[in-house]
């Protein structure tokens, strides 16, 4: 079992960063892939980003690439979301979320995370 908290939401001007960060319970952090997912309002909840269980593989959605990084820290049970150059359609919830796996596969779906964050909003407006 794993515990998941976000953190670092917030309204920011278009062109602006955020970090998010999401917090992990348990002593077994470092076996989880992690996964970024973002949900905007009528929107389905869609995948942003992905790491491996040791950060060696990260996946991103085209629409994130090159303005998002995802990274991870197992010795403070967190992954973090740097996120550059925002525009309004990046505004949504977005979630963290979690799957027991030493596979660097890709996974974009949402039934491939067991465990899931209770979100953190993003709004970026002027």
């Known amino acids: 079992q794993v515990q998941l908290i976000e953190s670092g939401g917030g309204l920011v001007q278009p062109g602006g960063s955020l970090r998010l960060s999401c917090a992990a319970s348990?002593?077994?952090?470092?076996?989880?892939?992690m996964g970024w997912f973002r949900q905007a309002p009528g929107k389905e909840r869609e995948f942003v980003a992905q790491i491996s269980w040791n950060g060696d593989r990260t996946y991103y959605a085209d629409s994130v690439k090159g303005r998002f990084t995802i990274s991870r820290d197992n010795a403070k049970n967190t992954v973090y979301q740097q996120m550059n150059s925002l525009k309004p359609e990046d505004t949504a919830v977005y979630y963290c979320?979690?799957?027991?796996?030493?596979?660097?596969?890709?996974?974009?779906?949402?039934?491939?995370?067991?465990?899931w964050g209770q979100g953190t909003q993003v709004t970026v407006s002027s």
């Open positions: 979320a979690a799957v027991q796996t030493f596979s660097g596969r890709y996974r974009n779906r949402l039934d491939e995370y067991n465990y």
């Open positions: 348990g002593r077994t952090f470092s076996s989880y892939a």
